[in-house]
């Protein structure tokens, strides 16, 4: 099922129509149909087909972004009190497992 079509479901069960006739008009479950609304809720078809372009204009914007870096897309990634830049992934290594975050973690280590 395409999500254009996932839309028009979506814009049925809106409409009035009963969603357990919808979901079996679709041969899907009534879950199925949740997770979709969560994905889709609020876009009409054509917006479904506008968010599938501009994904696919981004990723390719990124394809070339990297292509003209060398391969290198280095970014300054901010702790959360945005006074200092995070530690690279090199200085987690020789921390030896010990994350920094703000959800820090420790891990053992054998």
């Given at each position: 099922?395409?999500?254009?079509?996932?839309?028009?479901?979506l814009g049925?069960?809106?409409?009035?129509a009963?969603?357990e006739?919808?979901?079996?008009?679709?041969?899907?479950s009534?879950?199925t149909?949740?997770?979709w609304?969560?994905?889709?809720?609020?876009?009409t078809?054509?917006?479904?087909?506008?968010l599938k372009a501009?994904r696919?204009e981004?990723?390719?914007?990124?394809?070339?972004?990297?292509?003209q870096s060398g391969?290198?897309?280095e970014?300054?990634v901010?702790h959360?009190?945005a006074?200092r830049?995070?530690p690279?992934?090199?200085?987690?290594?020789e921390?030896?497992?010990?994350?920094?975050g703000?959800?820090a973690t420790?891990r053992?280590?054998?």
């Amino acid at each position: 099922m395409t999500d254009e079509e996932i839309a028009i479901l979506l814009g049925e069960v809106a409409a009035g129509a009963s969603l357990e006739a919808v979901c079996a008009s679709a041969h899907v479950s009534v879950r199925t149909f949740y997770r979709w609304k969560r994905k889709f809720e609020g876009l009409t078809p054509s917006g479904v087909r506008q968010l599938k372009a501009l994904r696919r204009e981004n990723s390719e914007l990124k394809r070339l972004l990297a292509a003209q870096s060398g391969g290198r897309l280095e970014a300054t990634v901010l702790h959360p009190d945005a006074s200092r830049p995070a530690p690279d992934s090199a200085a987690l290594r020789e921390n030896r497992g010990v994350s920094l975050g703000r959800f820090a973690t420790v891990r053992s280590v054998a």
